[in-house]
């Protein structure tokens, strides 16, 4: 723990978790802590799925922060979750390049083919669907983002019907 610190909630951030914490910190000078802030949110939502306000707390707490600093980056960044998403995260770009080539379709037959509205999680729990601003792949419109990981990109119908297909038949909820 950052000396100086308040302790931080065992009941919020597990042992391993806190470890994990310390070898992000240490990448940094002792008085630089707080620039480890991004990788404890990303450790938080790997483990718990979401950042909730009660981690973001035990967060700035760990690194000596204000909670509302550590709240800002998390408001920020669409990649982390301030609630609980599905199994599959899909951000579809519909900034103005994407929109112009077919980014906000995407959007709209996803939202049709899930059965939910820009924003929402489908009854399955599987997919959370949100749009997201420029994802850098411009020229391979429309693109989307599933899971904040997984770059897909020239999103016909036909693609997104097939990448939706083939993860609720990896689930077994084909």
Excluded: W
Excluded at 138 to 152: E, K, Q, W, Y
């Amino acid at each position: 723990m950052i000396s100086g610190s308040k302790p931080v909630s065992a009941a919020t951030l597990s042992d391993a978790t806190i470890q994990r914490f310390a070898r992000e910190v240490a990448k940094y000078p002792g008085e630089q802590a707080q620039s480890a802030v991004m990788a404890c949110l990303s450790i938080v939502q790997q483990e718990q799925g979401h950042v909730s306000l009660e981690a973001e707390k035990a967060i700035a707490a760990y690194l000596g922060m204000p909670v509302m600093a550590v709240h800002e980056v998390t408001t920020f960044y669409n990649m982390y979750n301030q609630r609980p998403v599905g199994k599959f995260k899909l951000n579809v770009c519909t900034n103005l390049p994407c929109q112009l080539r077919d980014g906000e379709r995407a959007l709209h037959h996803l939202e049709q083919k899930l059965g939910v509205h820009m924003g929402e999680t489908s009854a399955d729990g599987l997919f959370t669907l949100q749009q997201s601003e420029c994802l850098g792949a411009c020229a391979d419109s429309p693109v989307m983002l599933v899971n904040d990981r997984h770059m897909c990109s020239f999103m016909s119908n036909e693609k997104l019907d097939q990448l939706i297909d083939g993860l609720r038949a990896a689930e077994g909820k084909a």
